[in-house]
C-alpha cells in the first residue's frame, strides 16, 4: 500500500489541477493521496469528482504559522472544512496571501528585476498566491534559473531582499483548531534546514504536549541522518512519524510517491480523525 500525505495543486502553488494530481497519483501507483494546499480546501471538491478508482483522497491542507519568528507548516487532515473557527483562520492567512505578495513585487521592481503583479497573477490563476508564483515569475525574466535558486539566492526566503511578512497562524492555536474540527496534525518537513531557521527539538515537545499528532520524517528537505534523528524523536515524544513527497507538480523536482507513509501510521491517522473521512475513488470524471 502506498500513501503519500502531502501535495499541492493548482488551488495553491502545484502545477497540475486537483483533477490531474489524482489522475496523476493512480498512474504513480499510490493507493492513498493526501490533497494540502496552502491554507485552503479550494481543491478538493474537484479532486473528489475525478478520483480514479483504487485511489483514496485524504482531504487536507498545509497551514501557514510562525512560532518565536520561526515559519513553520502544520498539516491538518481530515478536518470539518466548514467549523468556523478554523475556516475564519484560515481566511485570515489566505486573505493576507494577495497584499504580500504585490508588496514583494513592489520590492523586486524596486531592485530592477521586471516582474509585474499581473505576470503573478496570472501564474497564480486563481490559486492562493505564494512566493513560489513570484519565483516562478522571476524564472520568466531570467533572473533566476529555478524557484528554488529565487529562495537560496536570499531574494524571497525569510528576511531576503524582497521578503515580507504575512499573517501566520500561532502553531498552538492551529493545533487547537484543527482537533476542534476534527482533525489530526502533522508538523511538516520540521528539519528542513536549506529552507532557512528551524525550531528546536524543545518546541516540537511543546507542541507534541499540546497535541501535535505527528511530525513529516521522510521528506525531500531531510537527509538520512535527519530522518534517522527525527524517528527518534518521534518515538520519544509518542508522535506519529509520515512520509511524503511534498509535490507540487512541474514547480519542484519530487515526484508523487517519492517518499511515502508507513499503512498502519495512516490507519492511526484515520482513526483520529472525526470531522471527515477518507474518500474512495469511483472512476472520477474525464
Known amino acids: 500500500m502506498r500513501i503519500d500525505l502531502h501535495t499541492h495543486s493548482t488551488a495553491s502553488d502545484g502545477t497540475d489541477t486537483p483533477a490531474e494530481l489524482v ?7 499510490l493507493d ?4 494540502t494546499d496552502h491554507d485552503t480546501t479550494r481543491g478538493h471538491a474537484e479532486a473528489i469528482a475525478a478520483l480514479p478508482d483504487g485511489l ?3 482531504t487536507g491542507a498545509e497551514l501557514s504559522c510562525r512560532l518565536d519568528g520561526v515559519p513553520l507548516h502544520m498539516l491538518a487532515y481530515l478536518f470539518d472544512p466548514e467549523e468556523p473557527d478554523l475556516l475564519s483562520e484560515r481566511e485570515l492567512v489566505r486573505d493576507d496571501r494577495v497584499p504580500r505578495a504585490k508588496a514583494m513585487v513592489g520590492k523586486l521592481r524596486e531592485l530592477g528585476v521586471p516582474v509585474t503583479w499581473e505576470q503573478v497573477a496570472r501564474i ?5 498566491v505564494g512566493r513560489p508564483h513570484i519565483a516562478t515569475a522571476m524564472m520568466e525574466a531570467g533572473v533566476v534559473g529555478s524557484v528554488d535558486e529565487a529562495f537560496a539566492s536570499g531574494w524571497l526566503s525569510d528576511g531576503g531582499r524582497a ?5 501566520e497562524s500561532d502553531p498552538f492555536e492551529a493545533i487547537r483548531l484543527v482537533k476542534a474540527a476534527g482533525g489530526v496534525t502533522v508538523f511538516a518537513h520540521p528539519a528542513a534546514v536549506k529552507r532557512g531557521r528551524t525550531v528546536p527539538e524543545s518546541a516540537i515537545a511543546e507542541l507534541a504536549a499540546a497535541g501535535l499528532d505527528g511530525i513529516e520524517v521522510d521528506h525531500m528537505d531531510h537527509d538520512e541522518a535527519t530522518r534517522a534523528r527525527l524517528r527518534g524523536l518521534a518515538g520519544e515524544l509518542g508522535l506519529l512519524a509520515t512520509g511524503s513527497s511534498d509535490y507540487h507538480g512541474s514547480r519542484k523536482t519530487c515526484s508523487l510517491g517519492e517518499f511515502t507513509t508507513d499503512p498502519e501510521v495512516y490507519g492511526e491517522i484515520t482513526r ?9 475513488g469511483t472512476g472520477g470524471s474525464r
Do not use: E, Q
Request: charged residues 10%; without cysteine.
Open 272 to 280: 483520529r480523525a472525526t470531522g471527515a473521512f477518507p474518500v474512495p
Open 23 to 29: 489522475r496523476n497519483a493512480a498512474a504513480r501507483g
Open 124 to 128: 497564480a490563476g486563481g490559486g492562493s
Open 163 to 167: 521578503f515580507v511578512a504575512k499573517h
Open 32 to 35: 492513498v493521496v493526501a490533497l
Open 56 to 58: 483514496t483522497l485524504v
